[in-house]
């Protein structure tokens, strides 16, 4: 055992040494600014920072070679915290629940605050996550190897529920739009039986739909609308002071540590489970802080800073129990670490026990790599947030441009298909209507993102195990717990109620905004009816799913027609309902008219960019249509205009044309002028 421990501890040592020669160090940091540049480009993601450099990995020593894809892997989930604070979009999947309230605290003035506070706990996430990783290596194999199918979905149940369960005082809406998304992610090819669910005649549709163009179109489009509604900075009449926010924000992740540890431990597990993403992760930790931290339930969505620390140390500690679990089985935690393998193969270097044995070495330099390369990157997006944290002053009509045009990249890199711009401007409508409505949005994308997997853990589970896999101990109890999430909002409103608290008496009052009850149910009937016609194997998911979502919803509609008849003498305090978690729209005197007005100029000058898209190709279209709406929109000046445009163009052409190498639609007028495709980018 001595000579074990002695033999772990050299091998760590002697990686370490390795990490830090310069050379290796040069080229991880390389990656690490890969890594901040991809994080900051909302739609992006690690996928293509792997695409871009492993091609310069092929000629590179395998340490040097794995230290900088992981060192751009481990900074993404960093980076990505400006966006989603700044702006409200979502840098990656990763940092959803990061909008709820470092938006909020944006829009507060408290940018620079939120930015730091970001920073910090997601080092202390990555770096506590790298160290727990280093000290259980050794341990890890059983522990992994004790999770099969029915505990996967058990666990993804567990993390579905914890998310639908927050939704205020309407807990059965997130029930019911979870089961929305779910049916959402059951659109395609069914792997059982081959069958093609609800996909029509659009082949686009087999593979099912993309979760990128959905996400953006949910959260991003919604809060860029909101921006053009109001008309006004995301900081408006707020005395800034960047410097003194960021020293705050550092402090607040430090005095928090404890939930910087609790998320950190949760990421690490969860990364463990091949895939649970980073998408589902940030949720889990948000909703755990929310049941957790004193007071939560009166601060969280609306600007609390523990709303920032917990999502982002869970979002960067992932990364460390997804490694372990592709270097200890060969079995990628994700999408990154399948590309990740690739790369190990390439050099000769297989995952799986030799790599804690034989090259004991070599997995230690990439923890190690994972490590200091969370501390380049938050130090220099600290550094940076004194001046980033300014965006949030700027007017709308400076933010609104370049943020749509990324928009549109980062949806179209989905599939590099016209269903994806389609797909992200209805996901942009529903999401906004959604917002308006008060209807939660997280339940969905993670119906989205869990749906594909609790099918196939359940298809798996009951073929292997008939109806005996119930009866696991561990499966038996991650569902209790599933189950009492929620009921807790039932048993809550039977303590401060009674029963009758459950059937409300009063008289039904209706109000437009009921429609979407309505439009919800109707659209679940047709699709249940289509799924009538399937085989057994390939309805049942969607029906069991179809039939929740309904009771969920005619419940939650009929509690709400008739609590707006009850005397206001009889309504009880409903602050124990817990949190709504979701960001609201704002308060405004606008009046309805003007708000729809602005909505639809908004989306207007969505559809003229998807028109001039399709005639002229997407860069010819970029100077165009940023033009034409600060010159004839927001009647800014001639000269910021053209310089805009002409920076903004460039950029676009530099990163995604002759970089990345985006394959660009197909256009009218390449079709007409087919030589033009060759001289002009895109068309």
């Not at 509604?229 to 550092?250: C, E, T």
């Not at 550094?383 to 990324?406: E, G, K, N, Q």
């Not at 000058?605 to 033009?627: E, N």
Request: hydrophobic letters at 55%; glycine letters at 10%.
């Amino acid at each position: 055992m001595e000579a074990l421990d002695f033999s772990v501890i050299d091998a760590a040592g002697s990686a370490l040494m390795l990490v830090f020669q310069p050379e290796r160090m040069i080229f991880m940091v390389f990656g690490v600014a890969v890594g901040l540049i991809i994080g900051l480009i909302p739609g992006i993601g690690g996928l293509t920072g792997f695409a871009l450099l492993i091609p310069f990995t092929y000629t590179m020593d395998p340490i040097a070679a794995l230290g900088m894809l992981l060192g751009m892997q481990a900074v993404t989930t960093t980076s990505d915290t400006l966006p989603a604070v700044l702006i409200g979009v979502p840098g990656t999947s990763s940092a959803q629940a990061l909008v709820l309230d470092g938006h909020e605290l944006a829009k507060k003035g408290e940018a620079a605050r939120a930015l730091a506070a970001g920073y910090t706990s997601s080092l202390m996430g990555g770096v506590f996550g790298a160290f727990l990783l280093a000290f259980t290596i050794p341990f890890i194999r059983p522990f992994v190897l004790a999770i099969g199918t029915p505990e996967l979905f058990a666990i993804t149940t567990l993390a579905l529920a914890m998310v639908a369960a927050l939704s205020g005082n309407a807990p059965l809406r997130g029930v019911a739009i979870a089961c929305f998304g779910i049916l959402i992610s059951m659109i395609g090819i069914d792997a059982q039986t081959a069958q093609r669910r609800w996909t029509g005649s659009f082949v686009y549709l087999w593979d099912g739909v993309p979760i990128m163009p959905l996400m953006l179109g949910l959260f991003a489009l919604p809060e860029l609308c909101e921006l053009a509604i109001a008309r006004k900075p995301l900081a408006d009449n707020v005395k800034f002071d960047p410097k003194k926010g960021r020293s705050q924000g550092i402090r607040d992740a430090l005095t928090h540590w404890f939930l910087v540890v609790r998320s950190s431990i949760l990421g690490v597990v969860c990364g463990a489970i091949p895939g649970f993403s980073g998408a589902v992760v940030d949720w889990m930790a948000y909703g755990h802080a929310a049941r957790t931290e004193k007071g939560a339930s009166e601060t969280f969505t609306k600007g609390d800073i523990r709303g920032v620390i917990a999502p982002e140390a869970a979002a960067n500690a992932i990364n460390s129990g997804s490694l372990g679990t592709t270097l200890v089985f060969g079995v990628p935690g994700s999408a990154a670490m399948a590309i990740l393998i690739g790369a190990m193969l390439v050099h000769g270097i297989v995952p799986g026990p030799d790599m804690m044995t034989t090259h004991l070495d070599i997995t230690y330099s990439m923890v190690w790599s994972m490590m200091v390369a969370n501390i380049i990157g938050t130090l220099a997006c600290i550094t940076l947030s004194v001046y980033f944290a300014r965006i949030a002053t700027l007017r709308y009509t400076l933010l609104l441009p370049a943020i749509l045009v990324v928009v549109y990249i980062g949806a179209y890199q989905a599939s590099s298909s016209w269903g994806d711009m389609l797909v992200l401007l209805v996901a942009g409508l529903v999401g906004w209507a959604m917002k308006r409505l008060n209807w939660p949005r997280p339940p969905l994308v993670l119906g989205l993102v869990l749906g594909v997997l609790l099918e196939r853990y359940l298809g798996i589970s009951i073929v292997r195990y008939g109806a005996d896999w119930l009866y696991r101990p561990g499966v038996m109890g991650v569902l209790a717990i599933a189950v009492l999430v929620l009921a807790r909002p039932l048993i809550n409103e039977i303590r401060h109620g009674g029963l009758s608290a459950l059937v409300p008496s009063g008289r039904p009052v209706f109000k437009l905004s009921d429609l979407f009850y309505v439009i919800l149910m109707g659209i679940t009937v047709l699709m249940m009816f289509e799924a009538s016609k399937w085989p057994t194997a390939a309805r049942l998911g969607p029906q069991i799913v179809g039939t929740v979502l309904l009771i969920g919803a005619a419940v939650s509609f009929y509690h709400a027609v008739t609590a707006r008849g009850r005397p206001i003498e009889d309504e009880r305090d409903i602050s124990y309902r817990g949190i709504y978690m979701d960001i609201g729209s704002e308060k405004d005197d606008l009046g309805n008219r003007l708000v729809l007005s602005r909505a639809a100029q908004f989306f207007g000058w969505f559809l003229l960019f998807m028109g001039l898209m399709a005639v002229i190709g997407l860069i010819p279209t970029i100077p165009v249509f940023v033009i034409a709406y600060l010159r004839f929109h927001a009647r800014e000046p001639w000269r910021l205009t053209v310089l805009y445009a002409a920076g903004v163009t460039l950029f676009v052409y530099v990163v995604f044309d002759q970089l990345i190498r985006v394959f660009w639609p197909n256009t009218v007028l390449g079709a007409l002028f087919p030589q033009l495709t060759s001289m002009i980018p895109s068309v």
